[in-house]
């Protein structure tokens, strides 16, 4: 399952989990409201983890990047050099996108 999904089952989970946490109090179960709390940090969670591994995919596309940037310098191939600077600018994004 790709990390979007995740992100977005996480956030589903959370949503249901904050709903029945609210149910549960407007009835004064307590039951209820911590089997929400529980839902709702487990949602939460699972968005976390989905971004922590955004951010690793981010790193490595950020220093393969630059390794090939460097690697089209000493070479002296502009192209090489480009997509480098491209792809290291990709992994920042995704570092950036998925604090």
């Given at each position: ?79 090489m050099q480009a997509e480098g600077k491209g792809k290291e600018l990709k992994g920042k994004g995704r570092q950036k996108a998925n604090r």
């Open positions: 399952m790709d990390n979007k999904t995740e992100r977005v089952k996480g956030k589903a989970e959370e949503l249901k989990g904050t709903l029945k946490e609210g149910v549960g109090d407007l009835i004064d179960n307590e039951h209820m409201q911590a089997e929400g709390h529980a839902e709702k940090v487990t949602g939460q969670a699972r968005q976390d983890v989905a971004k922590a591994e955004e951010r690793v995919k981010g790193v490595g596309e950020e220093l393969v990047g630059k390794a090939k940037g460097v690697v089209g310098g000493l070479i002296g191939n502009e192209q």
